[in-house]
């Protein structure tokens, strides 16, 4: 048939017509030939009548009726969405229920419609929702990113239907009206606890509309999507998609982002960046530049840290690696006055990794020293309750440790001491 024939791709009007003059060389010229073929389309509905090439475009949309479950123990009724798609050369169709039109549930359709169909169209056509299209404009359309990610998984393109022209989504709408006649009408009376059940009813009555004969065709959707979809669906990739989502986050001074109640690390470099983050219920991708730059497990929205070493500077890197006791051991390798000191800087600490700081300040600055001379300024240090990198380093360049007690004292006033201080005098 001429109609079924134009679906099939670089089938043309022409190509037909000289099929035609070879089996019938004394039939209609060209004009005449695709006059009766135009006066034949006049008779037949409006989406039947567009020429979509096999394999070409999935139509999808909502039924805009929904169906009632009940929760088998405590008697709440929800509403659950009908999903319908549609194959546009045969007008092959797929239709489920889902909880919500969120984009969630609205993409999982997508999967399971492509498994149902066996393969992928060139292009999918959605309408206008915003699980679908988060900008509408008549040329340029902005996609929602969980969207497109699907859509660039299976290698399909989006191309949604073009605000208030009914016509871009003519099959859509078809199918949304014969999945409501046929079987959400049928299923009226019906109660349904959950949404497997509602499901299962609807794949039974969806076979029965498939298996349909069209009229002035003479044959069923399952006919010609076995005749011109199913060869030319493209195969459907190895695994199926998984879900993500997107956000933009800018990188805090402590190179993390926060993302859903965590804390996530990215390469400390990106400081102040914004970053895109991509992520599934199990796992955390960070992008800049569309280049990954972090992976990490997906936390539970609870303030979780998750912090990789090689996202560090060095010196955090090196502090990370350092515990307390850790710390002080190394501190007592020099003698007990150094680790005692060292102790008691983690202590009087509001964070540890503030203390951590302030001892590999002193032990680097102890560095090529004897342990009678560290040992002898730590000692100093205690007495004293001098707890500063600083400290340290003027006791050990004055070698005060080398005099009494009370002739030290005053070394440190020009230190810690400035004008603006009133001093004992001042209170006599």
Same mark, same amino acid.
């Given at each position: ?40 389309? +006049? ?127 003519? +099959? ?257």
């Amino acid at each position: 048939m001429m109609h079924t024939e134009l679906k099939k791709k670089h089938v043309t009007r022409s190509v037909l017509w000289e099929e035609y003059r070879e089996k019938y060389p004394d039939g209609l010229g060209y004009s005449r030939f695709c006059d009766s073929y135009l006066r034949w389309t +006049k008779k037949v509905s409006l989406s039947m009548r567009q020429v979509h090439k096999a394999g070409e475009k999935m139509f999808v949309d909502y039924s805009g009726l929904t169906m009632e479950l009940i929760d088998p123990k405590t008697g709440k009724i929800s509403k659950a969405e009908v999903f319908v798609a549609a194959l546009g050369a045969s007008g092959y169709s797929y239709a489920e229920a889902s909880m919500s039109q969120r984009k969630e549930d609205f993409i999982a359709s997508h999967t399971r419609a492509f498994q149902f169909y066996g393969g992928v169209t060139d292009v999918l056509v959605p309408d206008n929702l915003k699980s679908a299209v988060t900008k509408a404009n008549w040329y340029d359309p902005d996609i929602n990113e969980s969207y497109q990610d699907m859509a660039d998984h299976y290698g399909t393109v989006v191309l949604p239907a073009r605000p208030a022209r009914p016509k871009d989504k003519s +099959k859509a709408e078809l199918s949304v009206k014969l999945v409501q006649h046929w079987i959400l009408a049928k299923l009226r009376h019906r109660q349904f606890f959950s949404l497997h059940e509602l499901n299962e009813a609807i794949r039974e009555l969806l076979d029965d509309l498939n298996n349909r004969k069209i009229r002035h065709l003479n044959k069923s959707r399952r006919e010609l999507y076995e005749e011109l979809d199913q060869p030319a669906l493209k195969a459907l990739p190895n695994r199926t998609y998984i879900y993500r989502d997107f956000k933009d986050c800018k990188v805090n001074i402590d190179y993390h982002i926060l993302l859903k109640g965590d804390f996530y690390s990215v390469p400390y470099q990106l400081v102040g960046k914004v970053v895109n983050a991509r992520y599934t219920s199990t796992t955390v991708e960070i992008y800049y530049q569309n280049k990954r730059v972090a992976m990490h497990a997906k936390g539970p929205g609870k303030g979780i840290v998750a912090t990789q070493k090689e996202h560090m500077a060095s010196v955090h890197r090196a502090m990370a690696e350092w515990t307390p006791s850790r710390m002080i051991s190394w501190g007592k390798s020099h003698g007990p006055y150094t680790g005692k000191l060292l102790e008691t800087i983690m202590d009087e600490k509001p964070h540890p990794e503030m203390g951590f700081r302030t001892c590999l300040g002193i032990l680097s600055r102890a560095k090529g020293q004897e342990n009678s001379t560290i040992e002898a300024v730590s000692k100093r240090m205690l007495e004293l309750r001098l707890f500063r990198v600083k400290h340290f380093v003027n006791i050990l360049s004055n070698k005060s440790y080398e005099r009494p007690l009370s002739e030290t004292i005053d070394i440190f006033a020009p230190e810690d001491y400035h004008e603006n201080v009133r001093g004992q005098s001042y209170y006599k």
